[in-house]
């Protein structure tokens, strides 16, 4: 990495320009170029050589905002999106394609009944400062992908990486679709004040109720990309040392500013000292010399969130079984682990959002599953290690948005997995797929041709029982469960289900192999008449 990288200097987005920075990508979605999907292939591929071209700059910006190793920067962030790049460009012509593979009742195949996928329209991405080039891009790249025009908020607390991500969207995507606002409270209010076709937020639970509460105003649809007090459990079966040391990766990385990462752990009392112990070896593999002098460990955002870290050490009534260093002055905080037997205790009632987590010690896995769902019953991130057996009861006992067996969060490291929350640590997902689904509308569609007209009389007024009796017989069709909620099953089912095309009863089935074969006589005569 170069040592002559400039970054420029943080600049707010002037409040005048927000209103017509909006006005444009609206106008701008309305033209209707962003619904070419060759077009949006193009912005994507000019957002990766962007990103290419401008990795030593978001590396120079990362480490001056979190102190982020050059190493993290490329795993987690930049190369996290070329992930997301690839498949996104590889798969965006298919996921764009009208879906005909879906369900309906037979009597309607005339109508050619499919799903047209279609962009919700001008966006807003509000993005976070712990990952903050990932947390913004990301959606961006789904917002583009569905064909939508977007304008992106990055967060104030990481300047650096907001300034290049400024810079890079403004030299190479469209100047018309795609803005960077940056800026604190007043710019955010400013943009919330406009209307928008969707918002997507990520952050913290305060913040998302200011947005929701915002957007509820314009009925504006909101993704929701939160928090929680995230659980990992340790049980005796599990590799007592595999798990200490992918956890303490887990709060390690990014300085523990990850929201996926434990809050605390779980850990069955027979393994709890040599679980303990393996924190220290893998501690001290990790950091020989300390994790402050190690160029591999980053730095708390700003002392806002240092102090608020810091005062849960300060008032927790457990144990320091790891680490416990603190430095205001370098925003550092060394990984520290807190032994506690209370749930009161501030490490378990406070979201840590950094290097420092807790150990509860368990008895039994009922108590503990017990203990997850007390202290947050709809958590961000899950991760379990012990027998399958256990990790089976785990998840079907404990809700998360995701959840990672044998591992801290690697089901979130994965670019092209959909990510996101449930309950309070959010509503909605992304990455891969999931993000063009994010922002995109499923439209139904059906092409109802003239001659089906009799077939429909049935709608019309004056109502004739005759054809409402027909009705039912085209459309009904025998249950397959008797009265009591038991399946029905055997040959003479089958055969029925199979040759009475599911009809209610002998005129039923009659009626639908007339409509059939009209059907296909229809679609016989238009073929033959295009052949001609």
């Not at 990795?55 to 920067?73: R, Y």
């Not at 990952?131 to 939508?148: E, K, Q, Y």
């Amino acid at each position: 990495m170069g040592v002559d990288i400039k970054i420029p200097t943080f600049e707010a987005t002037p409040l005048d320009d927000i209103a017509r920075i909006a006005a444009t990508a609206r106008s701008s979605f309305q033209s209707q170029k962003t619904k070419d999907v060759e077009w949006r292939l193009v912005q994507l591929r000019k957002l990766y050589w962007g990103l290419t071209d401008y990795t030593e700059k978001f590396q120079a910006a990362l480490k001056k905002d979190l102190n982020k190793p050059p190493h993290d920067a490329i795993l987690s962030e930049i190369h996290h999106l070329i992930q997301d790049l690839n498949l996104t460009l590889k798969k965006l012509k298919d996921w764009a394609k009208d879906d005909k593979d879906i369900d309906y009742p037979w009597t309607f195949s005339a109508m050619k009944p499919r799903i047209k996928k279609e962009p919700l329209g001008a966006v807003l991405v509000i993005g976070a400062y712990n990952v903050p080039l990932m947390l913004s891009l990301a959606p961006f790249i789904g917002a583009m992908a569905a064909g939508c025009t977007a304008v992106l908020k990055p967060s104030e607390n990481a300047p650096a990486t907001a300034m290049v991500m400024k810079e890079m969207v403004e030299k190479y995507l469209d100047p018309s679709s795609f803005f960077v606002v940056n800026g604190a409270i007043p710019e955010s209010t400013a943009l919330l004040n406009e209307k928008w076709a969707k918002i997507f937020y990520t952050g913290n639970n305060t913040v998302a109720r200011i947005v929701s509460k915002k957007a509820a105003e314009t009925l504006t649809p909101v993704t929701l990309e939160l928090g929680g007090r995230n659980p990992s459990f340790v049980s005796k079966s599990a590799d007592v040392a595999l798990a200490a040391r992918r956890l303490l990766w887990g709060k390690t990385m990014n300085a523990g500013q990850i929201c996926l990462s434990q809050n605390y752990v779980l850990v069955e009392r027979e393994v709890l000292d040599d679980f303990i112990k393996y924190l220290k070896a893998t501690y001290q593999e990790f950091y020989p010399n300390g994790p402050k002098s190690s160029e591999d460990y980053g730095r708390i955002i700003n002392e806002r969130q240092f102090d608020r870290i810091k005062k849960m050490l300060d008032t927790t009534k457990g144990e320091i079984v790891l680490g416990g260093e603190t430095d205001r002055a370098d925003l550092y905080i060394s990984p520290t682990v807190v032994l506690v037997d209370s749930l009161d205790d501030p490490m378990m009632t406070e979201e840590s959002f950094g290097p420092i987590w807790s150990i509860v010690p368990y008895d039994n896995l009922e108590d503990a599953i017990n203990v997850a769902n007390k202290v947050d019953p709809t958590p961000l991130s899950l991760m379990t290690f012990g027998s399958k057996s256990e990790n089976e009861k785990i998840l079907n006992n404990v809700t998360s948005g995701g959840a990672s067996i044998n591992d801290a969060w690697m089901h979130g490291a994965i670019a092209t997995l959909p990510f996101g929350g449930v309950g309070e640590s959010g509503t909605g997902s992304y990455h891969g797929r999931a993000s063009f689904d994010c922002f995109t509308h499923r439209r139904t569609v059906v092409e109802v041709p003239g001659w089906m007209d009799k077939l429909l009389r049935v709608r019309y007024v004056p109502f004739s029982p005759t054809e409402f009796k027909r009705h039912l017989w085209m459309t009904g069709s025998k249950p397959g469960f008797d009265r009591e909620g038991r399946v029905l099953s055997g040959p003479s089912y089958w055969l029925w289900l199979v040759f009475g095309l599911g009809g209610p009863s002998a005129k039923g089935a009659l009626l639908r192999w007339m409509v059939l074969l009209a059907s296909a006589y229809a679609a016989f005569f238009q073929w033959r008449k295009y052949q001609c």
